[in-house]
C-alpha cells in the first residue's frame, strides 16, 4: 500500500524518510526520526511503536538489522510488516512479512534503503535507490526525488493519495529549539508528491536560515526599493531616499516578520536575496489586488 525511502547525508548528519501511499495522512503513522540516532520507516498495516522503539534501540547502540530483530520477533503480525531502517552511520536494513501485498520488498544502497509493496514491481524500489544515489544535494531535496522516480516506475498499483516528508538535524528546527529540519505531510491529494514538492518550497522559505552566498548588502537601489515596498504597505513612514538606516532596517525587521520570513531576519545591513524575490512577487500581488498595476 505504500513505499519509502530511509536515508542519510554523511556530508551533514541529516537523517529522513519520504513516503507515498494510496492511503491518507501517511505522515502520522509511517516516518520517525531523531537527529544523531537514526530514521525509521514502520508500514504494510504499521506498528507505530516500531518507530520509537526502534529509534530506543539503536540510541542504546543496536544495529538496524538488530533492532528489525527485536521489533519483529516479538510482534504476532510480523507477517504483514514492513519496516525500513538506517542509523546515523548510514547503516540500513529492511523487513518485509510473508504476507505483504504483491509486490513487495526492498532494496539497499549507499546511506538509504527503499521499500514498499502492492508495488508495480520490484523496479520500483531499484529506480528509488537509483536515483537517490545518482542525485547531488540536500537530503530532502534527493528524497523526494527517489519519490519521483519511484511513482514513476509504477509507484503504488492502487494509485496515490498522501505523502510525507521528514528530515532531522540537531538544531535544524524553528529557532533551533529542536530536530524537526523538514516536517511536511500531505494528507489527501491527486498527485501527492508533486504537492509535496510545493510544500517544500514554501517550507525552505518559511523555516530555513539564510545562506551565506544569498546575502546581500543593502545597497541605494536596493533601500530605495524596500522604502517603496514597504511605505505601500504601511511599515516604512519615512522618506524614500535610498538610504539603508534605521528606520528602514526597522521596518524591514517588522515586515518580515509579518510576512513569516521569521528565519531570516537579520540585525545588520544585508538582506537574503530569496527574500527579496519572494517579497517583489508577492507585492506585485498586492498591488494587483489593490487595483494598481505592478
Known amino acids: 500500500m505504500t513505499f519509502s525511502i530511509v536515508a ?11 513516503v507515498q501511499s494510496k492511503f491518507p495522512n501517511v505522515g502520522v503513522s ?3 526520526a531523531k537527529a544523531g540516532v537514526g530514521a525509521v520507516a514502520t508500514q504494510c ?5 516500531y518507530g520509537p522503539r526502534g529509534l530506543a534501540l539503536l540510541e542504546n547502540g543496536a544495529s538496524p538489522e538488530q533492532a528489525l530483530a527485536i521489533l519483529t520477533d516479538g510482534d504476532p503480525q510480523r507477517d504483514y510488516r514492513q519496516v525500513g531502517i538506517i542509523d546515523a552511520q548510514g547503516r540500513s536494513a529492511s523487513f518485509t512479512g510473508a504476507h505483504g501485498f504483491d509486490w513487495a520488498g526492498s532494496l539497499q544502497g ?13 523496479g520500483v524500489v531499484q529506480a528509488m535507490v537509483r536515483a537517490f544515489e545518482t542525485t547531488p544535494g540536500a537530503l530532502a531535496l534527493r528524497l523526494m526525488i527517489a519519490l519521483q522516480a519511484g511513482q514513476a516506475a509504477g509507484g503504488d498499483r492502487r494509485g496515490q493519495q498522501s505523502a510525507a516528508l521528514k528530515v532531522v538535524r540537531a538544531g535544524g528546527g524553528y529557532g533551533g529549539f529542536d530536530d524537526r529540519y523538514v516536517d511536511i505531510s500531505v494528507y489527501d491529494h491527486p498527485t501527492p508528491i508533486a504537492e509535496l514538492e510545493r510544500l517544500y ?5 518559511t523555516y530555513f536560515r539564510s545562506e551565506p552566498e544569498q546575502l546581500a548588502r543593502i545597497d541605494t537601489a536596493i533601500a530605495n526599493e524596500l522604502q517603496q515596498i514597504l511605505r505601500a504597505r504601511g511599515f516604512y513612514k519615512g522618506v ?4 539603508c538606516d534605521a528606520e528602514l532596517l526597522r521596518a524591514l525587521r517588522d515586515f518580515m516578520g509579518w510576512e513569516n ?8 545591513d544585508l538582506i537574503d536575496l530569496e527574500v527579496l524575490a519572494d517579497m517583489r512577487v508577492k507585492h506585485a500581488a498586492w498591488l494587483r489586488a489593490q487595483g ?3
Do not use: K, M, W
Open 30 to 32: 509511517i516516518p520517525f
Open 45 to 49: 498495516y504499521c506498528n507505530t511503536s
Open 8 to 18: 542519510f547525508d554523511p556530508d551533514n548528519g541529516d537523517l529522513g524518510v519520504a
Open 240 to 243: 524614500v531616499n535610498g538610504l
Open 201 to 205: 518550497a514554501i517550507h525552505r522559505l
Open 261 to 268: 520570513y521569521d528565519e531570516r531576519i537579520r540585525d545588520d
Open 292 to 294: 494598481h498595476a505592478a
Open 110 to 122: 549507499r546511506h538509504c534503503a527503499a521499500q514498499g509493496n502492492t508495488l508495480a514491481g520490484p
